[in-house]
């Protein structure tokens, strides 16, 4: 069989085989026996199903022919081929073969020769065909005890990817390559002006994923080395960017900011920071923070926690060791300075233990206790005076895990501590109970919970170090996702018990009432999302601090287009209730191989408030398309959603053709 | 007892001395006829109306010139018209049949053993239900779970051509050689050629049946066919 024959075996199968393995998951159906044919069994290495056989005792060899299927046990691989001469029947048996096709796994093989014994088959002029990619090789060696298959001078492609490799080793949907050269170009990477090399690489077909090992990115004449090992999704490189936002400062201190939330930066190590933008009344400023964790096999842990920010700056770190029989010691420092209200030093020392158990009382599946005492040298400056002093207490704990019975799941949580200051100042002591049940059924889930703490005496340090309030307040959570397309709902409530100081005779009464519901679906050839939210604590009992507002958004998307529109009012607002009636999109523009996608937002509502600004979103993203992908560039920014930036590459799929790669050459570059 | 054989007594000892060449497979069917020695191992009935002489207790009919001996418990023969015996076994140089049942037609030269037949010589050891003969035809048919030793084989039928030493197996049929076990469904074929080798006789095999070779045999089982119908 020529060359061109293995390309045509190998394009029908792409697009027979191929495609019909594609639609059932891949692999390869058992032989079945032809009509009137014989089924021939091959100690040691499988079953044969044929139409014809002749076998010569002075030769010792037989001839299969006709729909020759040979099922190889071990492996599970097939192997069909029109002729196959069996020899070595008094000892040690050998397969040979023309014009073969095996599959193995996901793999279909078609090859110009086959030559196999009990170990392995050696197929010659090779055409590889699975549902993610397509192959040439010079020789393909097939393990018939292990299901692997070796290749030499390998060409692979991708929908993705084009790849040459001196040596592979194809194990399922896994590759393992060797002096590898491969790039995204629509073309080979020895034609490639942008590629990559690598000592070895490992690429998974189904996820995609391709990690390099000694490898080199190769621009014309210019070489960067890579870090080892080096991974990238074939699918998408998206680049490491960090998750830039625009947001208010939570304290109101700071006003608008820009910065990035936590993120992890090392193992166990997080950083966030941020840049106050400033205005009339506030300079601008920047703040950072550092969080570290790391743990050892013993149970010890260090904690690192610092703040730094133009006016101020926190340390804290503790270290704990854990001793016998749950017992740990533990010690802790805080160092604040600056602007903080309340700075406090602090120098910690404790000893505790926890403790965790099966029970044998009914409906309590686990128990478990957390004790800890503790002394204090501590620092703080109060109202511009300083307080020092030691703090000398103790806290339990104890948790109930209940057993769950008709889709709830309740347990239960106590705890008690007391402090006491030798400097001066009477004791603080404390005693909590937090009941909580959980529902979970079907789309539906309720969160149940009640926290009660009394609180005798009083700390003489602030609250930001260990003055505790009295708290009586119940929550109600839940969310529901009906069988139905993509809807969903949700609901947080919470109501304070405590009696309200501005409202004699009366509790504080209900401080959060959210509720929101969402659906998104097909239509007018898009997809059209609905989201609507309410915080109703401000309507049902109107008071300075309660929120009230009715909003939503209706976005509809139909490939790079968007349309939308979002409002929100304020039921109990004297007079405007409008507190924004948006209306956004976005559109692509193509000229060649460039697109744009302005964004606009634009807040109606803000011209009958008489606000200056009447854009509240603004945005454009640029894809310029290349032989090597698609590289995206853009930045959204909208008051509803902040700060979005997206730099990335995007990888097109292209279709598998094995003339295509035929074409290509074979050396790597 | 013993007695000389007569001119009747000639087809018998053709039918002797075939069945023996069915059994070895070799053509000494043309062999000329000698001294049939007949010996009864007790009592002895013979009717004179019809001819027909049994053996009730078994005897011995052996053909001088080959040397093949019926050995039965029992034997019943009418000259010139047939033979049949019982718990029979017929044993020449060249090969060993043992059957339940043997009855030689000498007229139409055929021969069938049954109830169980075993049947071995150098190269070959089987068994099956039936063994079928026609002298004209020089094939011999077993009929009905056929089991092999040598060669490894089963099958539904296996007929055997006593000249050209080419054997039929019909299946569902297994065939064992050396590592590899072939297998064919209902009503396949698989043809063996015997072959004599220095190390014993070994057989070719093939899914494709000469043609004249599946003819001989269709004649042959068409014979058998009818005679069964009778």
């Known amino acids: 069989m020529t060359r061109r024959t293995v390309l045509a075996w190998a394009v029908w199968l792409a697009c027979g085989t191929g495609l019909a393995m594609a639609a059932d998951g891949g692999g390869s159906e058992g032989c079945v026996p032809v009509a009137g044919g014989a089924e021939l069994t091959v100690e040691g290495l499988g079953r044969a199903v044929f139409a014809g056989l002749s076998t010569d ?28 001469t069996i020899s070595g029947l008094g000892d040690g048996v050998a397969l040979a073969a023309a014009d073969v096709v095996f599959e193995l796994d996901a793999w279909t093989i078609a090859a110009e020769l086959l030559e196999a014994d009990e170990d392995g088959a050696v197929l010659v002029g090779v055409g590889l065909q699975s549902p993610e990619a397509v192959a040439l090789a010079a020789g393909v060696r097939v393990d018939l005890v292990s299901g692997t298959i070796a290749a030499r001078d390998l060409r692979l492609a991708t929908a993705t990817l084009w790849v040459v490799a001196d040596e592979a080793t194809l194990d399922g949907e896994r590759v ?76 109101g201190r700071r006003g608008t900011l820009v910065g990035v939330t936590e993120q992890p930066v090392a193992p166990g190590v997080r950083l966030a920071w941020d840049v106050g933008l400033g205005d009339d009344a506030r300079p601008p400023d920047a703040s950072l923070r550092l969080t570290a964790r790391a743990a050892d096999a013993d149970g010890g842990e260090a904690r690192v926690d610092v703040v730094g920010a133009s006016d101020r700056m926190r340390v804290a770190w503790r270290v704990a060791r854990p001793l016998a029989e749950g017992w740990a010691l533990a010690y802790a420092q805080r160092l604040e300075g600056g602007a903080w209200d309340e700075p406090v030093r602090d120098q910690h020392v404790s000893v ?83 009941p909580r049940a959980t529902l979970t059924t079907g789309g539906l889930r309720l969160d149940l919970g009640h926290l009660s703490r009394w609180v005798w005496g009083a700390s003489p ?6 003055r505790l309030a009295t708290v009586h307040r119940s929550d109600l959570g839940g969310s529901w996702a009906p069988a139905v397309g993509e809807a969903r709902v949700t609901l947080a409530a919470r109501w304070d018990w405590r009696p309200d100081a501005d409202r004699p005779g009366r509790a504080v009464g209900l401080e959060r009432l959210d509720l929101s519901a969402s659906t998104s679906g097909a239509a007018w050839s898009g997809r059209l999302s609905v989201r609507v939210d309410a915080a109703l604590a401000g309507v049902v009992d109107p008071r300075p601090g309660r929120t009230a507002s009715v909003g939503g958004v209706v976005t509809w998307a139909r490939d790079d287009w968007e349309l939308g529109a979002r409002v929100r009012v304020d039921p109990a607002a004297p007079a405007w209730p409008w507190s924004e009636a948006t209306v956004f999109a976005a559109a692509p523009v193509t000229t060649g191989d460039w697109s744009w996608r302005p964004y606009l937002a634009v807040d109606l509502a803000s011209w009958a408030r008489g606000q200056a600004r009447w854009w509240v979103g603004h945005g454009l993203e640029l894809a310029w398309r290349s032989d090597f992908g698609v590289l995206d560039l853009g930045y959204r920014y909208d008051d509803g959603i902040g700060l979005r930036l997206d730099v990335g590459v995007r990888f097109e799929s292209r279709p598998l053709e094995l003339e295509r790669l035929a074409a290509t050459r074979q050396e790597r570059p | 007892m013993q007695r000389t054989a007569h001119p009747p007594r000639a087809r018998l000892r053709t039918i002797l001395l075939l069945a023996a060449l069915a059994a070895t497979a070799v053509g000494w069917a043309q062999g000329g006829i000698a001294d049939l020695e007949v010996t009864a191992y007790g009592r002895q009935r013979i009717d004179l109306a019809s001819g027909r002489t049994v053996l009730e207790d078994g005897g011995e009919l052996i053909e001088r010139g080959s040397g093949v001996t019926l050995v039965a418990a029992w034997i019943a023969y009418a000259e010139g018209i047939e033979v049949t015996a019982r718990e029979a076994s017929i044993e020449g140089d060249v090969g060993h049949i043992e059957a339940p049942r043997v009855a030689i037609d000498l007229i139409a030269e055929r021969l069938t053993a049954s109830g169980g037949v075993a049947w071995r010589r150098e190269g070959l050891r089987v068994t099956g239900e039936t063994l079928w003969f026609d002298v004209d035809a020089g094939v011999v048919g077993l009929l009905g779970g056929v089991e092999a030793s040598e060669p490894g ?43 004599q080798t220095d190390e014993g006789v070994v057989y070719d095999a093939s899914t494709a049946i000469d043609d004249d070779w599946r003819a001989a045999v269709a004649t042959a089982r068409a014979a058998w066919a009818a005679a069964s119908d009778e």
Not at chain 1, 392 to 419: F, K, M, Y
């Open chain 2, 153 to 195: 084989a089963s099958a539904v039928e296996a007929w055997i051509e006593l000249a050209g030493g080419r054997v039929l197996l019909v299946g569902p049929y297994a065939y064992a050689d050396g590592p590899l076990v072939l297998r064919g469904g209902e009503g396949a074929g698989l043809q063996l050629d015997a072959r």
């Open chain 1, 461 to 466: 340090f602030g609250a930001s170090l260990d």
């Open chain 1, 57 to 84: 005792r002075v030769r010792d060899e037989a001839l299969l022919s006709g729909g020759v299927c040979v099922e190889f046990s071990a492996i599970g691989g097939v192997l069909r081929s029109e002729r196959l």
């Open chain 1, 176 to 251: 393992a390559l060797q002096r590898v050269a491969l790039t995204t170009c629509d073309c080979a990477p020895a034609e490639a002006s942008v590629r990559l090399e690598a000592r070895a690489a490992e690429l998974d077909l189904v996820v995609p994923e391709v990690t390099l090992h000694g490898a080199e990115l190769v621009v014309g004449a210019l070489r960067w080395a890579l870090r080892d090992p080096w991974s990238f999704d074939a699918a998408n490189l998206a680049l490491p960017l960090p998750p830039i936002a625009v947001f208010e400062d939570p304290d």
């Open chain 1, 352 to 434: 505790g233990r926890t403790r965790a158990w099966p029970t044998p009382v009914a409906g309590v599946a686990e128990a478990a206790v957390d004790a800890e005492a503790f002394v204090a040298l501590t620092a703080q400056t109060l109202a511009g005076d300083e307080l020092v002093g030691t703090r000398l207490g103790g806290s339990w704990r104890l948790r109930l895990g209940g057993e769950p019975a008709g889709g709830w799941r309740p347990d239960l949580e106590v705890a008690a501590g007391a402090t006491a200051y030798p400097a001066g100042g009477g004791p603080q002591a404390w005693v909590s109970v937090a």
